[in-house]
């Protein structure tokens, strides 16, 4: 799972929740054409949910 934040106090924290990869789009404004570490065709659904609202299962 790819995610984003604006903020780097969050990031962990989504690390934590099981996030493979976390982009700050404040530090890299471009962000959605940042690499990344998944090979080519991992990445299938994108979402916008706030990490708050994600479920802990």
Known sequence: MI???SRTDKE???RDL???EVINYRDIP???TAP???PPGEVST???TPP???SSR
Do not use: M, P
Request: hydrophobic share 35%; net charge neutral.
């Open 3 to 5: 995610v984003t934040t």
């Open 12 to 14: 962990q924290r989504l």
């Open 18 to 20: 099981g996030a493979d």
């Open 30 to 32: 471009n962000w959605h």
């Open 36 to 38: 990344v570490n998944s």
């Open 46 to 48: 994108a979402s916008s």
């Open 52 to 54: 708050e609202r994600w």
